[in-house]
């Protein structure tokens, strides 16, 4: 008999696989976790996200910033933060920030996104938060946090995340209370400051859709930094590389040479491609991006080229098979993360065997089909 053996990589005591189960090891968005203050809140992300263990004035100089890019000025999240000033006084470190008009939208574990490389690390730890205000809205936020290698995460020298995805995938063998309690120590263990990466956003407080990131920049302005925006992560500035001129060129050629890693999402999209802020609008079709001009024979050994350069990217990934937003206010999720919760379940169960390969950029689910 097999019982009793000590338990293995992602495997039961009694020696059968786990079987992986998304509301215990990857996606949490019940009430009695996500509203309780004590487990996570939007207060809290911002006593993390700051140096001062308030992060009031942190989040005035964030929303203020909105308005001031030179790249897209949005006035709406400065005008909300202004009205919070008049109703809870001037000096931002007193704020109550419990009092704000935001609600958690979900916990997402992002092991998927591990780095399987030497000084690599085990992927993200992510929430969702959205805003209630009847003015800013529709207003989404997500705080991103590392997940860092632990000693068995290494194994004879390779980095396979094994010991971080076996203890994920355990919480899917307990259920009630005995998950509950685990649920609570891992998210403590999972949320601090230490660990906080920075912040994304997709709103339409302004028409059309935006989407950003927001990361610490050091500052002169009294506080030790506040956030700005990034080149996108993966995001290609469509709008600007449709344009003939030396850019495009410069992208046509960058596209030939790396052909093979595009077309399987393995690409990292050099700096100079990629815009600050991307926006896409609701009910008119989206911009695609155009390759015209590229190399004929490498279109026909990569017939999917272009929608693997685009499905990196924050705008098509967020408009395919979902309506601009992932985890919706009402804290439903879109068709679209339903099928990627499944491929990650998949993914983890790998993970804590040992022998998952690093995933793509993008999507985990196979081929996702972008809308036209
Ligand atoms: C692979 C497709 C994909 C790409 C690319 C992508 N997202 Fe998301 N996004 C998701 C999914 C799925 C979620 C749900 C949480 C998660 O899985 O991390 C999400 C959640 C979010 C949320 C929380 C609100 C919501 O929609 O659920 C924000 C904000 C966000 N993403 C911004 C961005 C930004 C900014 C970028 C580009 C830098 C980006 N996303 C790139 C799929 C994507």
Partial sequence: ?????????????????ITVLVQASLFWSDAGVVDDPTVVSFAKLMRLASHDDHGGRLLSDWFHRFSTTPHSERALPAQFIDEVARSQ?????????????????????RIDLALL???????EFRVSAASTDATLQPFHMLFLFRQPLEPDDTVN??????????????????????????????????????????????????????????????????????????????????????????LRTDFLSWVTT???????????IADRFRPQSIRAASGVPRQVLSLTGLDAQVQTQFPQLRPQLELVGCAACHMTDADFVQTRADRTISPFYAKELDARARHLEKLARGDAPSAPFGPLQSMPVLPQ
């Fill in 89 to 109: 006084g001037a000096d931002a470190t007193r704020w109550d920030l419990s009092r704000l008009p935001f609600v958690i939208t979900g916990i997402h574990n």
């Fill in 258 to 268: 790396n052909a093979a890693l595009a077309a399987t999402r393995q690409l990292p």
């Fill in 157 to 246: 020298g390779r980095v396979t995340c094994e010991g971080t995805a076996r203890r994920w995938a355990r919480l899917s063998t307990l259920s009630g209370a005995a998950l509950d309690a685990e649920l609570r120590s891992t998210f403590a263990q999972r949320l601090t400051r230490e660990h906080f990466l920075l912040i994304e956003t997709v709103e339409q407080s302004l028409s059309p859709w935006e989407w950003r990131q927001w990361v610490k920049t050091p500052s002169t302005s009294g506080l030790p930094f506040v956030f700005e925006n990034p080149p996108l992560f993966q995001q290609l500035d469509v709008e600007r590389l449709n344009v003939a001129g030396p």
């Fill in 117 to 123: 490389e030497a000084g690599g690390h085990c992927g």
């Fill in 1 to 17: 008999m097999d019982s009793g053996v000590a338990t293995d990589a992602g495997v039961t005591d009694a020696g059968a696989p």
